[in-house]
């Protein structure tokens, strides 16, 4: 009855480790593609103003 106690207890372990991995594995993906996705409103957001600007209009000033 021990040994069957001592080998879920390991199997538990495991478990989390596998978790923990795979939470980290998602974070890393979700960075990146965050960091992807900044990079490329950015972009679309200065060529808007670039292009608004050349329009004769002013970025900033209101009224």
Same mark, same amino acid.
Do not use: D, H, P, W
């Given at each position: 009855?021990?040994k ?5 207890? @390991? ?30 409103? @950015?972009n ?20």
């Amino acid at each position: 009855m021990k040994k069957v106690q001592e080998l879920r207890n @390991k199997q538990k372990g495991a478990t989390v480790i596998e978790y923990a991995l795979i939470a980290a594995l998602i974070s890393v993906a979700a960075i990146f593609a965050f960091g992807l996705v900044g990079n490329s409103v @950015k972009n679309t957001m200065e060529t808007i103003g670039e292009e608004m600007e050349g329009a004769g209009g002013s970025v900033g000033e209101g009224g």
